[in-house]
């Protein structure tokens, strides 16, 4: 087993494929997409604490959560965040941001 120091976001989905797609298939979509908002709950009560290190499990969690629900619905994570921020605000257009909140 190969050890993963650093990765893009499209081998982190592809590693996160190798190890879940048949449970993640098994589950489908609306089970999986369940259990990322369960976890992005757990992620909210963490911020409201002081542990940094529970807050960065959370953190993994959700994303590799999002990675199995990207997964079992054909999208490719990497080339749809780079197709919407290609380095600017989707909305203004600008970096940084300038819309006004
Ligand atoms: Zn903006």
Redesign the pocket.
């Known amino acids: 087993m190969e050890l993963v120091n650093n990765m893009h976001i499209h081998e982190f989905q592809e590693m996160m494929k190798r190890l879940y797609i048949q449970r993640d298939s098994k589950r489908g979509v609306t089970g999986t997409y369940n259990w990322l908002l369960d976890e992005l709950g757990e992620l909210g009560e963490a911020l409201e604490g002081k542990d940094k290190e529970a807050t960065e499990n959370e953190f993994a969690d959700a994303i590799a959560w999002l990675a199995s629900l990207a997964n079992i619905s054909g999208i490719d994570l990497e080339s749809a965040t780079i197709q919407k921020y290609s380095g600017k ?1 989707p ?4 970096s940084p ?3 006004t909140f």
């Open positions: 605000c909305k203004c257009q600008n941001c300038q819309c």
